[in-house]
């Protein structure tokens, strides 16, 4: 079983406004505990960025550090403009609206499924932890999705 996590990739890792922590972080001390967490060269913490208020934190708990550090975890990124097509598509074609944590997740699947194949040389499965409902993301959603289609929009 391959066990993967995605990030929050904000407006992308190189715009510097992201809560990408893994994928961009270092190693530091945040609420007294040894992670990753997002910080300049002085070691003082960075803000980080996501359209999603729950991934919107610039450190990361030590399991995922440990995951990312021993290799048995994968980590990719998803910017807010793929979550928030990510959301579109899985409400069309499933019914479901997505919270915006789980869209990252939801935006990644076509990437980690064609990276497995690829490796194993078949079709993969994928399991999606659902971390909750999008009813609770509806006054962000309809903001941005009334502002106008995001990037790569189906």
């Known amino acids: 079983v391959a066990l993967y996590g ?4 904000g407006h992308g890792v190189a715009s510097g406004k992201h809560a990408a922590t893994l994928t961009a972080g270092r190693v530091g001390v945040l609420h007294g505990f040894r992670s990753y967490v997002l910080c ?49 598509l899985v409400a069309r074609t ?8 789980t869209a990252h997740a939801f935006a990644a699947l076509g990437g980690i499924a064609r990276e497995l194949a690829a490796e194993r040389g078949r ?4 399991v999606v932890a659902s971390s909750g409902r999008g ?5 962000t959603l ?8 995001p990037a790569g929009a189906p």
């Open 40 to 88: 300049d060269d002085g070691g003082q913490i960075q803000e980080a960025h996501s359209i999603s208020a729950g991934l919107d934190y610039p450190g990361v708990g030590p399991e995922h550090s440990h995951l990312k550090d021993s290799g048995r975890g994968r980590y990719r990124t998803a910017t807010d403009d793929e979550a928030l097509a990510a959301v579109k």
């Open 6 to 9: 995605v990030e929050a990739a």
């Open 123 to 126: 079709p993969v499965t994928l």
């Open 135 to 139: 009813d609770k993301d509806l006054a």
């Open 142 to 149: 309809l903001t941005h999705l009334d502002a106008g289609e």
């Open 94 to 101: 499933e019914g479901i609206i997505p919270a915006l944590e």
